[in-house]
C-alpha cells in the first residue's frame, strides 16, 4: 500500500476517533502520529501544537497537513487533510438530517436539547482553559503571573462585546494590535 | 441558476474569509457564523445555530469544519456542504504549507509572538461573550433538568477530565430517561 494511503486511513481513524476537539484529542493524534507511524518526532510535534496556536483553523487539520507534507509531499497533506474531515463531516450531516426528519419526536427533540447542554457545558469547559491561560498562564494562584495589560483587554473587550456587538474579526484586530504595541 | 451560483459563490468567501481568521481553536467560528448567517443574511434562525453548533460538537472531528459543512448545507443543500467544507479547509492548507518550510522563524519571531499573545485575550472575549449568549437562550427552555445538565458537563470535563463523548452520551441518556419518567406519570 503506498505511503499516502497509510496517511489518509490513519487521519480517517484520528478523524473518526477526536470526539471534544481541541485539546483533548491531543494525545490520541501524538499516539498515532509518533509513537505508531514514528512520522515525526516528540519535539516536532510540540513545536506543531505551538504552531496551531499561532494559525489559523483546527489542531487536527493543522497537524494532518504537516504531517501529510512532511510523508509525502502536496498530495500527502491533502490525503491527510481530507481523512481528518471526512468523518466528521457526514456523521454531522447524517445527524442533521435525522433531527429534521424526526422534529416532531419528543424523544428525539429532547436529546438534541440534551447534546446542546452538554456541549455548552464542554465549550465553558475549554473557554475556562483559554480564559486562564491568556490572563495568567494558567496559573491562578500564583499572583506574578497575573498579566494586567490582558486582563485590561479582555474586561474592556467583553464590555464592548455586550453593548456594541462588535464584530469578531474587529475584535481579533484590535487585540492583536494592542499586543503588539504592548509585548514587543 | 444565476442564484444558486450566487449563493455558492457568496459561501466560498464567507467561509474562506471565517476559516482565515479563526484563530483560537474552533469555537470561534460560532460567532462568526452567527454574524454572517444569522444576523446579516438571515439564513437561519440562532435557535437553529445552536441546534447546529450541538451536532457538530456531537459527531467526531473539529467543530469549526463541522458546523460551517452544516451552516452550508443548511443554506444550499449538499453542493453548499461542499464548497463550505473546502472552503474551510483550504486557508489551514496553505498556511500551514507555507509556515511549515521555515517554522523554526516563525515561531520565534517576536512580533508574530507579540500579535499571537495580544489575540489570546480578544479569543477569550469572545468565547465569554458567546457563552453568556448560549447560557440565556439554554435557561429560557425553563427545564430544571437541561439547565443542569450545564454545569454538570462543565465539571466533569474541566475537573475530572472525562471524555467529551462520555459526557455527550450520558446527556443524551438522561434525557430520554427523563421522558420515559414523565410518561409514565401522567399515565
Known amino acids: 500500500m503506498s505511503e499516502i494511503w497509510v496517511v489518509f486511513f490513519t487521519f480517517l481513524k484520528i478523524g473518526m476517533m477526536s470526539f471534544g476537539g481541541g485539546y483533548a484529542v491531543i494525545p490520541f493524534i501524538q499516539s498515532q502520529i509518533v509513537s505508531q507511524n514514528g512520522w515525526i518526532n516528540e519535539t516536532v510535534f510540540t513545536d506543531i501544537i505551538t504552531i496551531s496556536q499561532m494559525t489559523p483553523g483546527p489542531l487536527a487539520v493543522n497537524t494532518s497537513t504537516f504531517v501529510g507534507l512532511q510523508v509525502s509531499g502536496f498530495f500527502g497533506a491533502l490525503a ?18 435525522f433531527m429534521k426528519a424526526h422534529q416532531s419526536s419528543v424523544y428525539v427533540m429532547e436529546v438534541l436539547n440534551a447534546l446542546k447542554s452538554a456541549s455548552l457545558g464542554l465549550i465553558i469547559s475549554v473557554a475556562g482553559t483559554i480564559v486562564l491561560s491568556a490572563l495568567c498562564d494558567g496559573e491562578v494562584f500564583n499572583q506574578s503571573a497575573w498579566k494586567l495589560p490582558a486582563l485590561t483587554m479582555f474586561v474592556l473587550l467583553l464590555a464592548a462585546l455586550r453593548k456594541w456587538k462588535l464584530h469578531p474579526i474587529l475584535v481579533m484586530g484590535i487585540s492583536g494590535v494592542i499586543g503588539l504595541l504592548v509585548y514587543q | ?67 460551517s459543512a452544516l451552516a452550508g448545507y443548511r443554506t444550499a443543500g449538499i453542493g453548499g456542504a461542499f464548497i463550505s467544507c473546502f472552503a474551510a479547509i483550504l486557508p489551514p492548507l496553505i498556511i500551514l504549507a507555507f509556515v511549515s518550510a521555515f517554522y523554526q522563524s516563525f515561531i520565534s519571531n517576536p512580533i508574530i509572538t507579540a500579535v499571537l499573545k495580544g489575540m489570546e485575550a480578544g ?61 409514565g406519570n401522567s399515565q
Not at chain 2, 454545569?151 to 430517561?177: D, E, H, K, Q, Y
Request: positive net charge.
Open chain 1, 80 to 97: 491527510a487533510t481530507i481523512g481528518c474531515v471526512l468523518c466528521g463531516t457526514l456523521l454531522s450531516l447524517g445527524l442533521y438530517r
Open chain 2, 123 to 183: 479569543v477569550a472575549a469572545l468565547m465569554v461573550d458567546l457563552i453568556i449568549d448560549m447560557c440565556t437562550l439554554i435557561t429560557k427552555q425553563k427545564s430544571m433538568l437541561l439547565t443542569a445538565m450545564v454545569p454538570l458537563s462543565f465539571l466533569a470535563a474541566f475537573c475530572f477530565r472525562i471524555n467529551a463523548a462520555i459526557i455527550l452520551c450520558i446527556c443524551a441518556l438522561l434525557s430520554v430517561l427523563h421522558i420515559v419518567w414523565q410518561r
Open chain 2, 1 to 67: 441558476m444565476k442564484q444558486r451560483l450566487f449563493t455558492y459563490g457568496w459561501l466560498l468567501s464567507v467561509n474562506l474569509f471565517i476559516s482565515t481568521f479563526t484563530f483560537g481553536g474552533g469555537y470561534v467560528v460560532v460567532p462568526m457564523i452567527r454574524r454572517f448567517f444569522v444576523e446579516k443574511k438571515q439564513c437561519f434562525s440562532e435557535t437553529e445555530l445552536m441546534n447546529m453548533a450541538a451536532i457538530a460538537q456531537s459527531a467526531p472531528g473539529a467543530i469549526a469544519i463541522n458546523l
